[in-house]
Nanobody
């Protein structure tokens, strides 16, 4: 069973920084892409950032220029560096891994989530 474990969440003041980590139970090379999603209270879960096995990245417009997604294959870990945090970034952040079964079939795995609260 694939396990994704997030860490690094917490309370930070506006303008501050946090780095989230997502540790996978096995080598992340098998995943087509990994990413971060978030869900604020009372809202849907939205894309934050993704990174493919080939290194391509994608960001939500709301975080572009402030957040950076990266991976360390040797550590089987994906990171989300969050700078210039805003109150509207407050949410539960979830790690995602997409595994390609065939050319047309895939499966998404999810972590348990980690709370990020931006408040003064």
């Amino acid at each position: 069973q694939v396990q994704l474990v997030e860490s690094g969440g917490g309370l930070v003041q506006p303008g501050g920084s946090l780095r989230l980590s997502c540790a996978a139970s096995g080598s992340i090379f098998r995943f087509y892409a990994m990413g971060w999603y978030r869900r604020a209270a009372g809202k849907q879960r939205d894309l934050v950032a993704t990174i493919t096995s080939g290194g391509s990245t994608n960001y939500a417009d709301s975080v572009k220029g402030r957040f950076t997604i990266s991976r360390d294959n040797a550590k089987d870990t994906v990171y989300l560096q969050m700078n210039s945090l805003k109150r509207e970034d407050t949410a539960v952040y979830y790690c995602n891994a997409r595994e390609s079964k065939t050319a047309t079939l895939w499966y998404d795995y999810w972590g348990q989530g980690t709370q990020v609260t931006v408040s003064s």
